[in-house]
């Protein structure tokens, strides 16, 4: 009869440890689908980034954090320098992320003001797109002495026309912002995204939460 009984607990031994071993699969699976889940959507369709710099107040703060659309664009072809499922180019206008051309190892965020084939030029802190005075509502000036005055870009360039696939494009607050006026311009290859939404707001030298900023749309 003791041997019945061992062989009874050895048998529950035995079918309780495939149940054991899918419990861990199921978890594990949970995870790995999750994380591949997680990977596609930010390389395909949104990634957050925080604002480092006030070269685009008094659009974006600093300590502002965004989500960027990155499908908008097309979704960009690792490798290659083409894109699938576009729903538009950039236009004038769109504030857009992208890797600095100076170092493609930093992600800068800038306003769109000039689009392939378009004319731009500065010319006393003015700025001409195609001959006529290019209006941003959320263009600011906050002078400071950041910037060499040997630099003249910042307030004055030359008629600049802006290549195939390339964009021109500034902060809105142009005194303290290194942009196109410096550097010339951003390839399509080089863009991430267009900003849309600030979905988090830190003010690091108040201490706190900037709620009227949460939520509020990019434009």
């Not at 978890?27 to 949104?46: D, G, M, Q, W």
């Not at 006030?54 to 894109?83: C, N, Q, W």
Request: net charge positive.
């Amino acid at each position: 009869m003791e041997d019945y009984k061992n062989m009874s607990s050895e048998a529950a031994n035995v079918q309780r440890e495939p149940k054991k071993k899918h419990i861990v699969r199921e978890y594990a699976e949970s995870i790995i689908i999750a994380v591949i889940l997680a990977l596609v959507i930010r390389t395909f369709v949104v990634q957050a980034f925080k604002i480092p710099s006030g070269s685009m107040e008094d659009t974006l703060a600093i300590g502002d954090h965004i989500l960027v659309s990155k499908f908008i664009y097309g979704t960009k072809i690792p490798f290659t320098t083409s894109r699938l499922l576009k729903i538009r180019d950039p236009r004038r206008g769109d504030v857009i992320v992208f890797e600095y051309p100076e170092d493609p190892s930093k992600d800068f965020i800038k306003r769109v003001i000039g689009t392939p084939g378009d004319t731009v030029q500065v010319i006393n802190k003015k700025v001409y797109v195609n001959g006529k005075v290019y209006e941003n509502p959320h263009e600011v000036h906050k002078e400071n002495d950041i910037i060499p005055k040997e630099q003249n870009p910042r307030d004055n360039t030359d008629l600049i026309t802006v290549p195939a696939s390339s964009y021109f494009v500034m902060g809105d607050n142009r005194d303290r912002s290194y942009d196109s006026r410096f550097w010339k311009f951003v390839r399509n290859d080089q863009i991430k995204g267009l900003a849309f939404i600030k979905y988090w707001s830190w003010d690091k030298e108040k201490f706190g939460v900037r709620w009227k900023n949460i939520g509020k749309l990019i434009d």
